[in-house]
Nanobody, 114 residues
């Protein structure tokens, strides 16, 4: 089993930056991939970024070049650096561990004002 706890959300003006963090309860190098998703009000949850066990990163088109996923294995942390934020980035952001049937965190709210 894996517990995930996100933090770092908040209110930021358009063009600003935030860094989300996800604490993982087990060795992150035992997990095939870590992902970030988000869910905006009234919309389905959507995939944002992936970091594989080998260190490869993938991003959805609407964040590529603005967001960066990274990790600190010693701290069991996964991060999402978000730059040049837009109002349409407003959502609850979730950390996901690709292990067994998958595990979700409870999410952290990001609100970008125009």
């Amino acid at each position: 089993q894996v517990q995930l706890v996100e933090s770092g959300g908040g209110l930021v003006q358009a063009g600003g930056s935030l860094t989300l963090a996800c604490v993982v309860s087990r060795n992150i190098f035992s997990i095939s991939a870590m992902r970030w998703y988000r869910q905006a009000p009234g919309k389905q949850r959507e995939w944002v970024a992936t970091l594989t066990i080998g260190g490869t990163t993938y991003y959805t088109d609407f964040v590529r070049g603005r967001f960066a996923i990274s990790r600190d294995g010693a701290k069991k942390m996964v991060y999402l650096q978000m730059n040049s934020l837009k109002p349409e980035d407003t959502a609850v952001y979730y950390c996901y561990a690709d292990l067994f049937s998958g595990y979700w965190g409870h999410g952290t709210q990001v609100t970008v004002s125009s």
